[in-house]
């Protein structure tokens, strides 16, 4: 998903086995991204078991929500964290501990038999996942050249956004086995394997990547910017779900200042010429913001159409957690298709697919506005968000590396660290705005409450199809996937 622009492969330093024990190029590819499979999948594979968590352990409202979302907020206010250690202590080094801390968070989960175990395990989980995750891109580029890298990039978008989609597909069928009688509880110890799997193949074999000598953590800008991603996380994911009550607005003023505090220390330290946590510059290079702004709605509106159709399949039609999940099979399906074929197409055509993205991903969502308007799931909305799939997997992945080409190598961890966490706040908007309007309903509007949204993420789509793409350079597919600039 994030094709930021590294030097030529370097040797690979496999710590202290020797490059005897490195990995090939390509199992190093499938070990690093079956960890980010791993944390992109429990982003999701809770949702579905929710309802069967909350019986179980006896949850209130407030208490669910707090168990499946304190991942998603630990994860989202570490990332940019994440991103630095790994260029300080080595990608590889970072990778296997983040792999680690998640395996042993997700044991604790399944293992969990209160509430409280199960939200503190969650949070174990979110940081681990934020540890792992901005290194697996970094040793991607710092593993792969030419078309090797341009491949494997395809792979890593493939691979983190089609989690939603997949994850709520397996939550449906651990969920609906109920193993042994264990009912919830595999949704979080199929992690366990897998990351001691992880762990086996990757320990003391994967590259660490250039450390430049004396670096030190800008800690003050990492506590600024995660007290503002807090406080902004936790606005949107309960505020929205509780409609908003008098203690959501402070928060919400209280991050934005906080975000605002970030952007002027984080300006002073690189006046001072000291390293900040992200660099000013990164976002004054042309093309940077706009790219993101596009890659915000995009992911935005992914996570809004997935939430709240996830909400009309099993409350309002009354569908099987299962059900629900394999509905959403089209969706990563086209996902999928999208991003091992787009850069196939016409390079005459390739500067153009972020715009073509947008209005197609636009007409998908007005076309299921108007196929929801009834009391069934017809096949023909299946085939609807096939498409979208499609058009959000050919966008993201065209605008991503388009954006990215213009990102020198030595901003390459900062900038996989905010375009990660971009990621994480887009889908928290998306859900917290277009479930604010699926639960409020079409009172006053003749319309149902599924088509107010998907008209609403159309609109927004559209916009942001004539506005985000603005200013982006074009550029041939082939200087992208390689990083010349």
Not at 163 to 185: C, H, K, M, P, Y
Not at 228 to 234: G, N, Q
Not at 281 to 306: D, E, K, M
Request: charged letters at 10%; hydrophobic letters at 50%; one cysteine or more.
């Amino acid at each position: 998903m994030i094709a930021v622009p590294a030097a030529p492969a370097q040797p690979r330093e496999a710590g202290r086995g020797g490059s005897s024990r490195a990995l090939a190029p390509w199992a190093l590819a499938t070990v690093v991204l079956t960890g980010q499979a791993m944390a992109a999948l429990d982003s999701a594979i809770v949702n579905v078991a929710g309802p069967t968590i909350q019986r179980d352990l006896h949850l209130s409202g407030p208490a669910l929500q707090l168990a499946i979302y304190s991942y998603l907020v630990a994860y989202a206010v570490a990332l940019v964290t994440g991103a630095r250690l790994g260029s300080r202590f080595g990608f590889g080094r970072l990778f296997c501990w983040g792999v680690a801390l998640f395996t042993v968070g997700s044991l604790a989960c399944g293992l969990a038999a209160s509430p409280a175990m199960l939200v503190a395990a969650r949070t174990v989980q979110g940081i681990g996942a934020a540890l792992l995750v901005p290194q697996v891109l970094s040793l991607l580029q710092v593993t792969f050249s030419g078309e090797g890298r341009r491949r494997a990039m395809s792979a890593y978008g493939l691979v983190l956004a089609v989690g939603v989609a997949a994850g709520q597909v397996l939550g449906g069928i651990l969920v609906s086995a109920d193993l042994f009688g264990t009912g919830w509880r595999p949704v979080f110890l199929v992690n366990v394997p897998a990351g001691l799997a992880v762990l086996a193949w990757a320990a003391g074999r994967l590259p660490g990547g250039p450390r430049p000598a004396g670096t030190r953590l800008d800690l003050g800008g990492a506590g600024l910017l995660a007290a503002a991603v807090l406080a902004l996380v936790v606005t949107l994911t309960f505020g929205a779900d509780a409609g908003w009550p008098l203690w959501s607005w402070p928060a919400a003023a209280v991050g934005t200042a906080a975000m605002a505090l970030f952007v002027r220390y984080e300006a002073r330290l690189a006046r001072k010429g000291r390293e900040p946590l992200i660099d000013p510059g990164l976002l004054a290079r042309p093309g940077v913001r706009g790219g993101l702004a596009g890659i915000f709605t995009l992911h935005g509106s992914y996570g809004g159409l997935v939430f709240t159709t996830a909400l009309y399949l099993q409350h309002a039609l009354r569908e099987s957690p299962l059900a629900s999940g394999l509905t959403f099979a089209a969706y990563a399906i086209g996902f999928a298709t999208a991003s091992v074929s787009w850069t196939r197409l016409p390079t005459g055509w390739q500067p153009r697919l972020p715009q073509a993205a947008f209005t197609l991903f636009a007409v998908a969502c007005a076309l299921l506005a108007w196929l929801t308007s009834t009391t069934t799931w017809p096949w023909q909305a299946t085939a609807t968000l096939f498409i979208a799939g499609v058009a959000h997997g050919t966008g993201f992945d065209a605008l991503v590396h388009r954006t990215a080409a213009g990102v020198p190598t030595e901003h390459a961890a900062s900038f996989s660290g905010l375009l990660a966490t971009v990621n994480q706040l887009a889908i928290v908007t998306g859900i917290a705005v277009a479930g604010t309007l699926y639960l409020s309903g079409g009172r006053g509007t003749g319309l149902p409450a599924m088509s107010i949204v998907l008209l609403a993420l159309a609109s927004a789509l559209v916009v942001a199809g004539t506005s985000a793409t603005v200013g982006q350079r074009t550029r041939q597919p082939s200087d992208v996937a390689s990083g010349r600039r």
